[in-house]
């Protein structure tokens, strides 16, 4: 027989805590009462750690992971930032890191991925073929742009981007995480349905 234990909140009783409303009660009292420190130091301190916490999902489809390889190698260390947990599966990866060439015939793939993955999620598009279609955006069969399917937080320009430019992206997507509320606006990013 599994016992299980109830989580023990000071001052807050165990039926009271039931979703991000009830929590959002406690803070607005508390900010009533002039102690909005403590939830501004929370907030930053959960941002600080998604941020240097990101799981990217490989996505390479050119040359530009071939860049991506060297990133994560010896030489410039993405271990350091806090990417190197690459993942493979979409439902375990937090920014899918979109490198090279997106064809027409590829892009449901790449759709379906992104819808897989779990909120809140980031986009990084790496190189001009993910950007614009690159040199080969006269062809009838590659994708002018991945923001074309789904939405970009950073772009990182270059054919192929060099490491340098490669971790600055990434660090750009670090400013943009370390400014978004957790509690506020972060967590609820899923749109409601419609009630007729």
Not at 43 to 71: K, Q
Not at 125 to 151: E, M, N, Q, R, W
Not at 152 to 161: Q, S
């Amino acid at each position: 027989m599994e016992v299980k234990k109830r989580a023990k909140i000071k001052s807050i009783p165990y039926e009271d805590f039931k979703d991000n409303e009830t929590y959002e009660k406690l803070v607005e009292e508390l900010n009533a009462n002039g102690a909005n420190v403590v939830v501004t130091a929370l907030d930053n301190l959960i941002d600080w750690g998604r941020s240097n916490s990101l799981w990217p999902l490989t996505f390479a489809t050119s040359c530009c992971g071939i860049e991506f390889m060297a990133v994560c190698a010896a030489r410039y260390d993405i271990a350091r930032f806090g990417f190197e947990v690459t993942r493979n599966s979409p439902r375990q990866a937090d920014v899918i890191l979109v490198s090279g060439t997106i064809t027409t015939k590829m892009a449901p793939v790449l759709k379906r991925l992104y819808d897989q993955m779990a909120d809140p999620k980031y986009v990084v598009a790496i190189g001009g073929c993910s950007i614009s279609g690159g040199p080969f955006t006269k062809s009838y069969h590659v994708l002018k742009g991945v923001d074309k399917i789904i939405p970009v937080d950073v772009y990182v320009p270059g054919c192929p981007p060099r490491p340098e430019s490669f971790l600055y992206g990434m660090m750009q997507l670090q400013r943009k995480v370390k400014v978004e509320q957790f509690f506020g606006t972060t967590n609820r990013k899923q749109k409601q349905p419609k009630q007729d």
